[in-house]
């Protein structure tokens, strides 16, 4: 999960439970403050009867209409009873479906004021004391008015609370892109340095907070790597290169010695010994040479258009000159139908350097038998592959044969020094290609380069 959705996530989660807190309480407040006024409206509406029946013969003329016009103000489905103190009724008003257990109505005599509810019915009952006696008069009703006010208030509520939740998605959304705003540009600048361009750096932004901080720390993390790149790099350079000339000395220097056919046998094979190894330590240094350019010196290597047939004929020619007891059977298969599909935006020379890695390669590890060199157009990629019938690779080599200096168990008895697959893979990844092996050992390999 991204953290712009974290936020939002969590600042959604605050705000909802903030809001549910807050429904949740002016619920229950409404509640009870609902429940409480219409039992001050029973209470009132009891103390009325009680005036009604009992206090008829006492109240003056016009108090007694004025009551009267309040009776008449009758709550929805209301129902009053009167009952002594034996719960026996006396002047009972209306009947109602529902029954009064004595238990309630010794809880009206002691607290001579009483609330209770039955289902969606309440009560209030009052205790009264009279000439004629005492009395329990209960009123009941049944709060519609306020249970509707009720209900649609937590309907409001609740629509509220599904909106509100809504607007505190968009709103974190929007202010945790805000906040996070340079984090994407981040990512992208950083995406873009590679070994080639360490002189890039990201911005530091406003210099205060932790992602200025972040950049900033980055920035010394790239300087360190770009002074170690640089320090790589310089120094297999210059150890390719000055080992080149001591190297070339020794070759030339062996081969003139082998021209005196008077040397003693010994001598003879010991300089020859030295003339192998020179040549095995100029192919090293050779080698590592060309994978220090392509690693590190991408800016100096010159990209144009390139037709891969055209690598494909000049790497096997270049081949077969320097090997020409070798066969390479060359194949063009499911060509398409405009050679301007073959075309890739490279290098010639690093092109045809890596064929030629991967056809000594396939030589080398099958005992110089036949190799094929196949190139074909896939699923409008084009793919150059190279198979032979050697030795193989097995199948927990596979990913290691492309690391510098590697050799699997089967190969270490062969000739090489490990570079080769290596500075195949590096370009093919500079070239934006995909160096894809499939071996099967004792039988061959085939490696595919998909661009």
């Known amino acids: 999960m991204k953290i712009r959705t974290k936020i939002t996530v969590v600042f959604t989660a605050i705000v909802t439970v903030m809001l549910l807190l807050l429904v ?9 403050y609902t429940r409480k006024d219409f039992y001050n409206q029973l209470l009132d509406r009891a103390y009325v009867h009680a005036w009604i029946w009992l206090e008829k013969d006492e109240l003056p003329p016009g108090e007694y ?24 009724p ?29 289902g969606n019915r309440q009560f209030a009952g009052i205790f009264y004391r009279d000439n004629q006696g005492d009395f329990l008069i209960i009123a009941s009703a049944i709060d519609r008015h306020g249970s509707s006010q009720l209900y649609n208030m937590r309907m409001m509520s609740v629509l509220l609370l599904i909106a509100s939740v809504l607007l505190s998605i968009v709103i974190g959304h929007h202010f945790a892109g805000r906040i996070l705003a340079p984090l994407p540009k981040m990512v992208n600048r950083v995406n873009h340095i590679s070994a080639s361009n360490l002189h890039l750096r990201l911005e530091k932004g406003n210099g205060r907070d932790e992602l200025s901080e972040l950049a900033q720390t980055f920035n010394k993390m790239l300087q360190r790597l770009s002074d170690s790149f640089e320090i790589h790099s310089a120094f297999i350079a210059n150890a390719s290169h000055e080992l080149r000339t001591p190297i070339t000395t020794i070759i030339g220097e062996s081969e003139v010695a082998l021209l005196n056919n008077e040397m003693p046998e010994k001598y003879r094979d010991t300089i020859q010994i030295i003339l192998n190894e020179s040549h095995r330590l100029k192919n090293i240094s050779d080698g590592l040479l060309d994978l220090a350019q392509v690693v590190f010196d991408k800016d100096k290597i010159t990209f144009e258009c390139v037709r891969l047939d055209e690598v494909l004929i000049f790497a096997r020619q270049a081949y077969l000159d320097s090997y020409p007891d070798r066969k390479i059977e060359q194949i ?42 196949i190139l074909s157009f896939n699923n409008d990629q084009p ?28 190969a270490r008895s062969y000739n090489g020094h490990g570079i080769g697959l290596a500075l195949v893979e590096k370009i093919m990844i500079l070239h934006r290609a995909k160096l894809q092996i499939e071996s099967i050992p004792n039988e061959g390999t085939s490696v595919k380069c998909i661009f």
Do not use: C
């Open 332 to 373: 063009f298969e499911k060509m398409p139908e405009f050679p301007e599909a073959l075309e890739i935006n490279g290098s010639f020379l690093l092109l045809k350097m890596a064929i030629v890695n991967l056809l000594d390669n396939a030589f080398k590890f099958s005992n110089n038998q036949p190799v094929e060199l």
């Open 383 to 410: 793919v150059i592959l190279v198979r032979d019938r050697g030795i193989g690779i097995a199948k927990s080599d596979i990913e290691k044969v492309t690391h510098p200096f590697y050799r699997a168990e089967n």
């Open 65 to 88: 209409d004025i009551i009267r016009r309040w009776e008449l103000q009758e709550l929805p489905e209301e129902i009053v009873r009167i009952y002594d103190l034996n719960h026996d």
């Open 90 to 118: 006396a002047f009972v008003k209306e009947e109602g479906d529902f029954y009064l257990s004595d238990d309630k109505l010794e809880s009206i005599l002691t607290e001579r004021e009483h609330y209770f509810s039955i």
């Open 24 to 32: 949740f309480l002016i619920n229950t407040f409404s509640t009870r």
